[in-house]
């Protein structure tokens, strides 16, 4: 389990975590694992998630959406069969995920574009 606050994230809703966030699903890309977000508010933007993964709020955590619409990578057609191409990534991002999910209290919100 790795608990966010222990790698630098911050939970004032405030601080944009997408970097840090990002670096810590990039380290436990191979082998997976639990990422536990005490309560609090992160503000990110759009999070690659791997297979394996678990995201797990506790009560009281939410995610909240950045609305800088530059830290939302654009899909392509090669990347995402289906999508127009020039449509932004979501918060979660995920492509051929297997056992990735999200636990407890599952709660996002956006800050607005």
């Given amino acids: ?6 790698y630098g994230v911050i939970n004032n809703g405030t601080f944009d975590n997408t970097e840090k966030l990002q670096a810590l699903l990039d380290g436990i890309k191979e082998t997976g694992g639990l990422l536990y977000f005490p309560a609090g508010k992160y503000l990110t933007a759009s999070l690659q998630l791997y297979s394996n993964t678990t ?5 009281g955590a939410t ?26 990534r979501g918060i979660l991002f995920v492509d ?4 990735s999910s999200l636990k407890r209290n599952k709660t996002f919100h956006k800050t607005g574009y």
């Fill in 96 to 99: 051929s995920l297997k056992g």
């Fill in 55 to 59: 995201i797990y709020l506790e009560a």
């Fill in 63 to 88: 995610i909240l959406a950045s609305g800088d619409m530059s830290k939302y990578p654009v899909i392509t057609e090669e990347l995402v069969p289906g999508f127009k191409r020039g449509t932004a």
């Fill in 1 to 6: 389990m790795f608990n966010v606050l222990n």
